[in-house]
Each structure stands twice: as C-alpha cells, then as structure tokens.
C-alpha cells in the first residue's frame, strides 16, 4: 500500500526501515518491498476525498512498503506486571508457571535487568518471558504499520517525537486496609456486585461503589462486623492454594499496604470471590440436603412459601437473559426458571404454580411457573450484636 508522508519524515522511516531489515533477514518469511518515490509538492484536490488539505503546497513523498517478520509458532498466554511491595507479578491472562511469579527477567535479549512489564509466550510446550520491546518479534512487526503511523501526522508542528517530554504524573493510591473496609460495608449493605451484574441491573458495581466512595469527605462508620468481614476475607485468601493467576495476584495485593488504580477492582474482587466461594460450599450443603428430595404437591397446585434462591444459570437469550434458581424447603428441591432476576443475599416470599416433577441426575425436583416474589429484609440488617466469628450475613452473600 501507498502512503503520503512530509518528506521531512524520510529519515525516521529509513532509520526504522534499516532496523527492520536486520531482523526481517533473521526472522523474515517472504520478500520485502519497498519504494519511496521522488519529493514532490502536494497539490491538494477539494474533488478527491482522499485528498489531504494539510498537505497543500507542502513538500511530501509517497512511500509503498510491504513485509512482515516474526518468530515462529510462538502465541500470546499471559502478559505480567511486577508489584514492588509484594515481590511478585500480578498476572493477566491465562495462569503461569509458578517461577514466572516472581521472576522479570527476558530470554530474548538476555538483557540482565529486572522489568516491571513482561509477556509470558507459548511454542507447543515452551514457555518464554520476554520484556514489552521484544515481545513484538514473536507476535509480528509489519513496517507498513509504521508508514502509516507516520501518514497521519498531517501537521509539521505536530512531529516531535525526537523531542517530546513525557511529562508523567504520580499514581493515585489507597490503602489496603481501606479498601477493604469500604468494600465490607457496601457488601452488607447490597451484596457484591460485579461488574456484569451491574450491567445487568443498570447499577454501579461494588468496585465503582467503593472507588467513588473514596473520593468523597464522607466517612462511614466502620462497625467490628465490618473488620471482621475484612479479616475473615483475607483469611480466606491467604488460606487458598496458588494458582499462578488469579488467587496468586489476590494473594500478593490484599497482604500488601497500598492499591493503585490499576489493581483496585482486582482487590475489591476479593469479597466477590469468597461469595462466590462460599455459594459453592452453599450448593454442596444443599445437594447434601436434598440427597432425598422428594416432590412436593401436584402438578397445577398452587404453593406458596419463604426461602432464600441459589441461582443454577445464568444466560443470555434473544428474549434477554434467563436464570435458573433452586429454593430448598423441607429437604425438597424446588425449581423456578425466569427471566426476573433475584438477590442471592436475601429471602423471598415465593407463590407460585406447580408446573411439573422432574428427575435430574437421579434427584426429585419440583419445577415452579407464574411465581410473583416479595422481598424479606436481609437477615442481617436487624443484628446488633458484634462478634469476632464469621459474621453471620457472610453465608448469604
């Protein structure tokens, strides 16, 4: 492809073109092209709408370049950023090896310096590190990306690249222990809230929640019941195995002091992962419950009772999205299929129609239809009481 650039910019494409060309020789697969034509005086043409007006009566050259290098075979699996006050890399993407947790370090260049950014790559059973600069050798560097780069500074007062002073600012940061705390009283006050759940419901997230908080004057009061919550979730963490991903960075960030914005939703994701967690151990007490269930009723009775849903699914139709909650009353499973949503923190008053008796995996399900739900307070709402257990509204979140 063709494109028009100032010819002042000549040289820094050549600089970069004889760059290329070293590692197109080592690592190229297929020819390299390239023409720069003779500078000329752009005439601008109001007819054409590919003309450019900024380049009227400026001198310019046309640049046709096709090529691309790349080493081999490798893909991309997780990119790492090292967290100084922990020691260790938080992680995103797919799960590590658990010496890439600590180490920052590029087998590329073997350069020998510690690097705050590295890429983790994959060649069948291979895995590599390497820093931000070279990971473009092994995922592909076309130098028409650079003439184009290049064709969209249309202004000569623009181009200082040479020049340019990065005028950098310092990082907000936040406490741990703040963070937390915040995020203990929003989660007995509304559970958690992910991000796609509050998508869902036209809400902010609890990590949304928190961080706006935090950049009030309002304090809140933080009760014991909240320090415990705290204490009880970083237990929690510290108590999992390492996963080299996610659980490893949860590790890292919640034992450390501060939190920059980078990593804020990461930390506050911690409550949702206990809840998420502990609705686990939930649904297995409750499958141990229900080893016998039985159906309840007849098919086209009316039921009406109080229990707290345990969502099954979730899922998006051309209708909107569906979800699948169990209540669990006597030992008895019961099942409601809808598109309403519910609270997995609170009860409800549930009445409904028996709309068949199933069979799954062996177990009695009741399955309910036309249920209209009435919202009881939270259990936990009404507790005056302090105590240095497991609050008592953690086994609803």
């Known amino acids: 492809m063709t494109y028009t650039i100032h010819s002042m910019l000549l040289e820094k494409f050549e600089n970069r073109l004889k760059s290329f060309q070293r590692k197109f020789a080592k690592y190229g697969d297929g020819n390299l092209v390239y023409t720069v034509s003779e500078p000329y ?10 003309s450019i007006k900024a380049f009227d009566g400026r001198e310019v050259i046309d640049i046709t370049v ?18 100084s006050e922990s020691g260790r890399n938080i992680v995103s993407g797919c799960n590590v090896l658990e010496m890439f947790l600590t180490r920052c370090e590029c087998d590329h260049c073997k350069t020998a310096r ?8 994959r060649k069948d059973d291979e895995y590599i590190q390497v820093g931000n600069s070279c990971v473009k050798d092994y995922l592909g560097v076309n130098i028409e990306r650079y003439a184009s780069y290049l064709s969209f500074w ?20 936040y406490l ?44 809140q009061e933080y009760t014991e019941e909240h320090k415990n919550a705290v204490k009880t979730v970083v237990e929690f963490v510290n108590n999992q195995e390492e996963d080299f991903g996610y659980v490893s960075n949860l590790k890292s960030l919640i034992n450390n002091k501060y939190v920059t914005n980078k990593n804020f939703g990461l930390l506050v ?8 967690e502990m609705r686990k151990v939930a649904k297995q ?16 009775d009316k039921i009406k009772f109080v229990a707290q849903p345990v969502q099954i699914y979730s899922m998006e139709t051309q209708w909107g999205y569906s979800y699948m909650y169990r209540f669990v009353i006597d030992g008895n499973e019961l099942i409601w299929k809808t598109g309403t949503w519910l609270d997995t923190d609170i009860e409800y008053e549930v009445s409904g129609t028996i709309k068949a008796h199933n069979e799954y995996r062996g177990k009695k399900q009741t399955e309910l239809t036309r249920c209209r739900v009435k919202e009881i307070a939270r259990k936990f709402e009404d507790k005056k009481e302090t105590s240095t257990d497991v609050p008592e509204w953690w086994n609803m979140i």
């Open 41 to 50: 005086i752009y005439e601008y043409d109001s007819e054409s709408e590919t």
């Open 66 to 83: 096709e090529g691309e290098y790349k080493i081999k075979d490798y893909e991309f699996v997780a990119s790492l950023q090292f967290d």
């Open 114 to 121: 510690a690097r705050i950014r590295t890429i983790i790559l």
């Open 154 to 173: 249309k202004d000569l007062e623009e181009i200082a690249e040479d020049n340019k002073i990065l005028i950098t600012s310092a990082r907000p940061a």
């Open 176 to 219: 741990v222990e703040d963070v937390l705390l915040e995020t203990a009283w929003r989660v007995a006050r509304c559970g958690y809230v992910s991000k796609e759940r509050a998508w869902e419901m036209d809400v902010d997230s609890t990590s949304s929640a928190v961080w706006n908080a935090l950049h009030t004057h309002i304090k």
């Open 269 to 276: 994701s911690s409550f949702g992962y206990y809840a998420a």
């Open 285 to 300: 007490k409750a499958d141990e419950v229900t080893a016998n269930s039985k159906w309840i009723k007849s098919v086209g």
